[in-house]
């Protein structure tokens, strides 16, 4: 125990550790994974688990480490913003801001857009501009009152209708895809089968 | 009807692109809603790039992303020394890399009128940033990130997560390495 020869090995191991501790995060696994808090301020839940075990983490700001496939990952902790940086500042200045999404309604029966969703599309332009998007998804949809088919059929030309404006109005059409689901996608739930609220196209601005 | 519809996917989904593209307002066909729920269906976008890229499909050679690019299941994502990558997938989760990440996007479908939802991805190596979208809302048991060390399952949403390069296999090691390009090929 007290062998020189360990001893040695010891001083080698500490001195390794030492330099290690001069490191964010001090030498412990860098295989970590944080909960943050979402946009919004709520805060949600990630499950961590491998061939030794799990751990949750609930709480803004906690974060485990896994050594190995193994080893369980440890108890929830705190990171430093100084590992915090290191380990995830340049993908956390990577991630894109959430799309922004705009509802748009119709006079019964046409593609012609009501006064008010008229008024909206400057405001649909105006983001697509300033985010410089590049992947713009128009989608028509219907209430769920008549034959499926025509309403596939009425919410596409409307979805259609959009497009078609929002070009005219300058935005490169190459990223814009449109699509029809129909009454399958209800914005609210309703006894109305005619419920005016889900006759709508949804403009997805990523 | 139901007989004509695997054709229909088939033969619609690139026209229907090519139609909007050219501005035709041809009278809708009643089977087109089918041809957005075929295979080829993007998984995602690409928001932003910083430094170098690359997306491994199908094994072609690598291909350079630039924003705008579409994303599609099985996508094997890298970055290298320095990079980023920012990604807006169809649920309108966001996604990120760090320099030196490699992400397989192995499962993702979203059609919620169909109840079809699925998000598996794969860190291999490097750091990533999430935060989740429609598919977790609706269905958080299908929503996990697998790395040689750990998964998660996430009920949302905002997280991050970091795998140290050398748990990768060999042959994920040697994807993206363009930085350590073998001798005698010229780096751009």
Known sequence: ??????????????????????????????????????????????????????????????????????????QPEQLTPAETEALFGAAQRALPEKPVRFILYFDSETTRLTPESQAL?????????????????????????????????????????????????????????????????????????????????????? | MSAQRPLCKHLLAAPVVALALLGLCLPAPRTAHAAEASAASPAGSVKNVSGEAQVLR????PLALKHGDRIF???????????????????????????????????????????????????????????????VKLNPAVAKVDTPLYSIGIRGTHFLLNVEPGHETPEEAAQGQTSAAPAGEASK
């Open chain 2, 73 to 135: 299941e099985k996508d094997v994502l890298v970055t290298g020394k320095g990079a980023a990558l920012g990604l807006i997938l169809r649920d309108n989760s966001t996604l990120s890399l760090g320099p030196g990440s490699r992400l397989v996007v192995e499962r993702f479908l979203f059609e919620p009128e169909k109840g079809a939802l699925a998000q598996a991805l794969k860190l291999s190596r490097g750091s990533m940033a999430a935060v989740s979208g429609e598919i």
């Open chain 2, 58 to 61: 199908g094994g072609a050679a």
């Open chain 1, 121 to 206: 599309l400057p405001k649909v332009l105006a983001t697509a501009r300033e985010r410089n998007s590049r992947d713009i998804a128009i989608v028509g949809h219907a209430s769920a009152a008549g034959d499926e088919n025509y309403n596939v059929d009425i919410s596409r030309r409307r979805a259609e209708a959009v497009r078609k404006l929002i070009v005219k109005a300058g935005l490169p059409p190459e990223g814009i895809e449109v699509a029809s689901h129909g009454s399958a996608n209800p914005l609210v739930i309703s006894a109305n089968p005619h419920e005016p609220k889900n006759r709508r196209v949804e403009i997805t601005v990523r």
């Open chain 1, 1 to 74: 125990m007290s062998a020189p020869r360990k001893t040695t090995g010891c001083l080698a191991a500490l001195a390794l550790l030492a330099a290690l501790t001069l490191l964010p995060g001090c030498g412990k696994p860098r295989n970590v994974v944080l909960l943050l808090p979402d946009p919004d301020g709520h805060v949600g839940q990630v499950v961590v688990r491998n061939q030794g075990g799990q751990a949750q983490l609930a709480q803004a700001g906690s974060a485990v480490r896994v050594a190995d496939a193994k080893t369980a990952p440890t």
